[in-house]
């Protein structure tokens, strides 16, 4: 049985790319005010970055309902299709299980997968499946084996500023009003599902090296699998210098690599100009 790969838009894969790759991405809800976008169908991330950057408030996302993650899968069951539903995680939000709740019905018709990611982490693990699936594997070995792989995705970012956590409520006014004074960059990762702090760097070269550290830590980037870098606003001007800092750790895999504008989801937390890499470790 041929099967469908349904993701929401915490994956930051864009429209266009899931049309290429079969891949149906469901966009979850941004507010700014009273004004409703569709991440990344109504909003593109460089029209978010644009928003932002001019309110004073932070910007509201909701979850994909049950309802609307049933009218996609009926879709696609009522074609003789299976699906995949790979979901941003549970630690963040509740659209896993606002998947499983629509998934009820089909019984082994819909798999639903609480990806223990989001962002471009989420995107690696689907770029992965897109590939057991044209390689053949059925519904059933293509989730076993992405619940497998899961445990080996990782993502490392690097904040350029601290305000956009402070807006969020995440760290204190005072805390983000210190760290923009001494140039204080956070270095963010996933664990277990959420996210997670990992150190302050002081300046982008000590952020870099940390980056390195991290990836070193957790056995090496696996380049037989997919990986990614994203970037937050409106230009790749930081990621191309993270690049250039790196070229030597990516050396012949860097003509390859796929850039990904990040958008709503991490966006409203990081805000412009972080950098972050997801990768399968060794």
Sequence with gaps: MSFRIVTDSASDMP?????????????????????????????????????LVETDEIPRTSQITPYEFGQEFEKWVSADFGVLCITMSSGVSGTYQSACAAAAEYGDRVIVIDSRQ?????????????????????????????????????????FATLEYLKLGGRISAA???????????????????????????????????????????????????????????????????????HAARFKEAIKDITIVPVGATVGTYAGPGAVALAFFNK
């Excluded at 266009?16 to 991405?25: I, P």
């Excluded at 966009?27 to 978010?48: A, C, M, N, S």
């Excluded at 995107?123 to 293509?142: F, M, N, Q």
């Excluded at 760097?201 to 696996?222: H, P, Q, T, Y």
Aim: charged share 30%; hydrophobic share 40%.
């Design 175 to 245: 805390a983000a009003m210190a760290g923009n004074l001494l140039s204080i960059k956070p270095v963010i990762t996933i664990t277990d599902g959420v996210v997670e702090v990992i150190g302050k760097a002081r300046g982008s070269k000590k952020a870099n090296n940390m980056l390195m550290e991290f990836i070193r830590s957790v056995g090496g980037v696996d380049y037989e699998m997919p990986y990614c870098l994203g970037f937050t606003g409106f230009s790749e001007e930081v990621l191309t210098k993270y690049i250039d800092d």
């Design 15 to 51: 429209q266009e790319t899931a049309a290429k790759l079969g891949v149906t991405v469901m966009p979850i809800h941004t507010r700014f005010g009273d004004e409703e976008y569709l991440d990344g169908v109504t909003l593109k991330p460089r029209e978010f970055f644009e928003k």
């Design 118 to 158: 989001f962002c471009i982490s989420l995107y690696v693990l689907i770029e992965y499946a897109c590939r057991l699936r044209d390689e053949g594997k059925s519904l059933e070995e293509t989730a076993a084996a992405v619940e497998e792989a899961k445990k080996r995705v990782h993502v490392i970012s690097v």
